[in-house]
């Protein structure tokens, strides 16, 4: 068999052995044509997530009369849901292959958005919820370990990082969407299109071939050592979105500065520019060093929200925040895929995204009470954390090079 650049890694090669390029389109033309297919469905069921995050308020609090608290209770209760069965997703993709579970995932999801119109009052709204992180966490875990499965190993860093963009550009389109279809229409035009995208997902995905199985040969471990310190680098991480999400406006706010909902947009498409133009980073350079400055980059952007006069400031904080934030979940998948037997490989993937998930949770809540004090106080304690990112994101990548015969730099 002769070796090309899209079956073997090269890092695995002996030296001087000469690997023959790709046939272009011929070789590279299948996977790419089912990854597409992949982070359409992806990002079709996100968008549809993101599409109720405006609307979702509203309802709890002038149809149903509850409370803040009840609506918290209602985003809260799917993220929970979703980081538990994360794990479980990924070992019953690679034991069954990802194709099923990505559309069990997506019919999920249509069947939430049956549930939003059906009268059934807050009960009936934390049961669709709860539903949705079952689905949520079927469908993205499913996805992530079928993108590793096809991608080529010397382009999984980007490729992954991709994947990742998808999601996040569902999030980010979805509920614009959801609060002009609300303005325009209803809530019933709102839960008709919540159903509809992931409809579009099961149609796209019915037609993609299935992934590899591995059958009985998954490991039965739900949270693999391999996932234990890139997981915890990524949630320290996290710190920072959480803070611009949650209190970049209130804190500019409670400085007498106007605009500050601008922090989040700028933030995102920071995040997003700079995944697309330096997506291959990881890949080229290594993940140790992308680790280093993503997490070093976001600190310093922190720290500039936190003592910003005035709105300039702050918006370059968070432009900055949102560029350094960006690559640390490829590079930090990366070290995870390198680092785990294929055997614990889904459910490996599936924990370091449920790290994220707990990390948002825990940095809404100290930031909260940190808010009391100062909101200056919530970016530095976000900065803080995004260095112990810095700190555990080496330890983990210094490991995986020397796992694999690298040089640990």
């Known amino acids: 068999m002769e070796l090309t ?3 073997v890694s090269k890092e695995a090669l002996p030296a001087g052995t000469k690997v023959a ?14 990854f597409l297919g992949v982070i359409t469905a992806l990002f079709c069921t996100f968008a549809s997530f993101g599409l109720v995050i405006p609307v979702i308020p509203r309802l709890v609090t002038e149809q149903l009369h509850g409370s803040p608290f009840e609506v918290g209770a209602t985003f809260t209760v799917s993220g929970v849901v979703a980081l538990l069965v994360r794990p479980y997703a990924g070992q019953v993709a690679q034991r069954r292959g990802s194709r099923p579970v990505m559309m069990l995932g997506a019919l999920l999801i249509i069947v939430v958005g049956a549930l939003y119109a059906l009268p059934l009052g807050l009960p009936g709204l934390l049961v669709a919820r709860l539903v949705m992180g079952v689905g949520e966490a079927f469908l993205f875990t499913a996805g992530s370990v079928w993108t590793v499965s096809l ?17 996040w550009s569902g999030l980010t389109v979805g509920p614009v969407l959801g609060e002009v279809v609300f303005r325009t229409g209803s809530y019933t035009a709102v839960w008709i299109l919540a159903s509809a995208l992931p409809a579009v997902a099961v149609v796209v995905l019915t037609l993609l071939p299935n992934s590899a199985r591995l059958g009985t040969a998954v490991s039965g471990r739900l949270l693999p050592p391999s996932s ?4 915890l680098s990524l949630g320290c991480g996290a710190f920072g979105y959480a803070a611009v999400a949650s209190f970049g406006a209130l804190s500019l706010t409670s400085r007498g500065i106007a605009n500050g909902s601008l922090l989040l947009s700028l933030f995102s498409v920071a995040y997003v520019v700079v995944r697309l133009v330096a997506g291959r980073m990881p890949d080229r350079i290594g993940a140790l060093p992308v680790i280093v400055v993503s997490a070093s980059v976001e600190a310093i952007g922190m720290v500039l929200i936190a003592f910003a006069p005035s709105l300039w400031p702050a918006a370059v904080g968070a432009l900055i925040a ?5 690559l640390l979940y490829p590079a930090l998948a990366l070290i995870t895929i390198d680092t785990s037997p294929e055997a ?10 449920s790290f994220f998930d707990i990390a948002v949770g825990i940095a809404g809540l100290l930031g909260g009470l940190l808010a009391e004090v100062s909101y200056t106080a919530t970016f530095l304690l976000s900065a803080v954390a995004v260095l112990g990112s810095l700190f555990t994101g080496t330890v983990a990548a210094r490991r995986r090079n020397k796992a694999l ?3 640990a730099r």
């Not at 991608?151 to 999601?167: D, K, N, S």
């Not at 234990?228 to 997981?231: A, K, Q, R, T």
């Not at 949102?322 to 960006?326: A, E, I, K, S």
């Not at 614990?344 to 995204?353: D, V």
């Open 5 to 7: 650049e899209g079956n």
């Open 21 to 34: 390029p790709s046939s272009g389109a011929e070789a590279q033309q299948p996977w790419v044509r089912t």
């Open 151 to 167: 991608t080529p190993p010397e382009r999984r860093g980007q490729i992954v990082g991709f994947y990742g963009l998808a999601m």
């Open 228 to 231: 234990v310190l890139p997981g």
């Open 322 to 326: 949102g560029g350094g934030f960006t």
């Open 344 to 353: 614990e490989r889904g459910a490996a993937l599936g924990a370091i995204t």
């Open 405 to 407: 015969g690298l040089p």
